[in-house]
């Protein structure tokens, strides 16, 4: 166990926890956009920034992947941290101020005026790459550079379609609905910032609703080994 | 609505701030909804539950299945709690008492907690403008006492106070409309939602708490016990309420009316009828008189769609 102090209230927490995850346990909330606790952190979007003193040496860091310590000093919300916090949700409200979650966050920290950055609804954040390559296990999502850090290069997502099965997780995770399904006519569409791709879906023998993108029942067949009979019906008539 | 199935489920919280080992029946489809509502509760929320089902399943003397602070209301003022908690927050903070933070405030309650006994309450309270979310449970009766019929109870229902005779149709009055009332009250958000869709119920209940002010959610809930079905039917249901119109989805931002998964086409009644025994004295007539006004209704909610997406475009 470590001995931290979040806030000046002494909690313990286990090696290896992040302190996003020990301010959690102990109903300490921190802001941010892009942790999912599921998936592995990618220190994106910056909106989890603290202010952490160890050996009497302040630095602002992400506390989305930055593993307690013993004898730490985090502080959720000091001068620095709000500062840096603040700078962090105009970069975001500059690149997306339509986002229902960015704007949110906008209003809390009363943040109106824009930078002069260009304006994209993808913001970065890698957690569609994250949940493809962890979850799905597709790897079908390709991301070059992201984030605040890499802010003057140009951002780059790019979906590999022929490995895409249409699952739609990355779209759920998105924070900005940069990525989006929709179904219709037997036939599922996703939107994603650069490109436009429509997948055939799969007809249920029974009620004849279209249930399934076909890649995706392909690729539950080859995970589960069952037969082809299986996957003929809907959930509901299954 | 979109479909996300199989991958997504993964990335929604593992963590349960409603603890297993309550005492829900079998098959339960309410308790279901309020563990996925639960998941989309922010750890500063203050839950505020009305007698009822969810609260006797919940918190059985000395056990309480909650991980959140907690508080039992009676029947008729889970609103009038759940305000006076939001003032006593908004005071305490004013005052340096606590820290000054975002916290929510959740009343729950069955349907015969909001429907019929603590309406007066709940219509103050909006009326107010407390900044509070208030979810209802609507199973269709008061189920916990034995299955008394409410005014949310849909009409031809058999229940123990609506018996089905040779001289009785079962309940005689047409389901209360309350999303429509809660409307009426001018508050921000208003939605209606369904345990058979979840990531739909979770970004609902996400939405009504980051609304400033009073927000409102209907949660249609199965009740196998006392709609007499099978118990593993209760995802089923709800997916043909929603399918056969009886229970549409749909949400409602400043008033303006949003459907989230219009049906093109609507499934006979008779699919969602049939497996539940307090509907099984209907005869075929009687079926579709009930469903000819379940369509009328499902084609007025459409219209009131359009006009007011019309209106707000203007």
Redesign the interface.
């Known amino acids: 166990m470590v001995k931290l102090t979040i806030d000046g209230k002494a909690i313990e927490s286990k090696e290896g926890k992040t302190i996003i995850q020990a301010a ?1 346990d102990n ?1 300490i ?1 921190i802001p941010t956009l892009c942790y ?4 592995t952190p990618t220190g994106s979007c910056r909106v989890c920034v603290v202010e952490v003193i160890a050996d009497g040496v302040s630095t602002l860091v992400s506390s989305c992947d930055t593993p307690v310590k013993e004898g730490i000093e985090v502080y959720t919300n000091s001068e620095n941290a709000i500062k840096a916090r603040k700078y962090a949700i105009q970069m975001l409200y500059s690149q997306n101020s339509e986002a ?1 979650a960015i704007r ?1 966050l906008a209003g ?1 920290y009363n943040i109106t005026e824009k930078l002069p950055v260009e304006e994209s609804e993808c913001i970065g954040c890698g957690r569609c790459y994250k ?1 493809c390559s962890e ?2 296990e597709r790897k079908c999502i390709d991301m070059s550079v992201g984030g605040l850090s890499n802010m003057n290069e140009k951002l780059s997502v790019k979906w590999n379609f022929d490995n895409c099965i249409a ?3 990355c ?3 998105c924070p900005t609905h940069a990525v ?4 219709e006519d037997g036939v599922r569409t996703m939107i994603t910032p650069n490109a436009k791709h429509e997948f055939s879906m799969k007809k249920c023998s029974d009620c004849g609703k279209y249930y ?1 993108p076909n890649v ?1 029942i392909e690729w ?1 067949k080859e995970k589960t080994g069952l037969s082809d009979d299986k996957f003929d019906r809907c ?2 008539c299954r | 609505m ?7 489920s ?6 349960e701030p409603l603890a297993p080992g309550h005492r829900a029946c079998i098959g339960c489809g309410e308790v279901l909804a309020m563990r996925l509502a639960a998941k989309a509760f ?3 929320t203050i839950v505020v539950n009305a007698t009822g089902c969810m609260e006797i399943i919940a918190s059985q003397v000395p056990y309480n299945s909650w991980r959140l602070p907690w508080i039992h209301t009676l029947f008729e003022n889970a609103a009038a709690v759940a305000s006076g908690i939001e003032s006593a927050i908004k005071v305490l903070s004013r005052k340096n008492r606590i820290p000054e ?2 916290i929510h405030v959740v009343a729950l309650g069955g349907d015969g907690a909001t429907v019929d006994i603590g309406i007066q309450a709940l219509s103050g309270a909006f009326e107010r403008g407390h900044n509070i979310t208030y979810i209802c449970f609507d199973n269709e009766a008061y189920m916990n006492t034995g299955i008394q019929r409410s005014s949310a109870t849909p009409f031809g229902a058999s229940t123990t106070t609506s018996p089905a005779g040779k001289k009785s149709i079962g309940q005689s009055t047409w389901k209360k409309d309350t999303p429509s009332i809660m409307v009426a009250h001018n508050i921000p958000y208003v939605a209606t939602a369904c345990p058979s869709y979840p ?1 739909d119920l979770m970004e609902k209940i996400e939405k009504a708490l ?1 609304t400033n002010g009073p927000s409102y959610i209907h949660i249609f809930s199965v009740c196998p016990t006392g709609w007499r079905t099978k118990s593993d039917l209760a995802i ?1 249901l709800g ?2 309420a929603v399918e056969t119109g009886v229970f549409p989805l749909y949400e409602v931002e400043n008033g303006v009316y949003k459907m989230n998964k219009i049906e093109t086409e609507l499934k006979p009644l008779s699919l969602y009828t049939k497996p539940q025994g307090r509907f099984k004295h209907l005869n075929d007539d009687q079926l579709s008189a009930i469903e000819a006004r379940i369509h009328s209704e499902y084609e007025a909610l459409k219209e009131k769609c359009e006009l007011t997406q019309v209106r707000e475009d203007m």
């Open positions: 959690s109903n909330v999912n606790e599921e998936l229902p949110a809390k949940v979850v799905v699952c739609g997780a779209a759920y995770v989006s399904i929709h179904d399934a995706q539950m959930m509901d | 979109e479909d996300y199935n199989i991958f997504a993964r990335v929604v919280t593992k963590n922010n750890k500063n933070e975002e990531f980051s089923r997916r043909l």
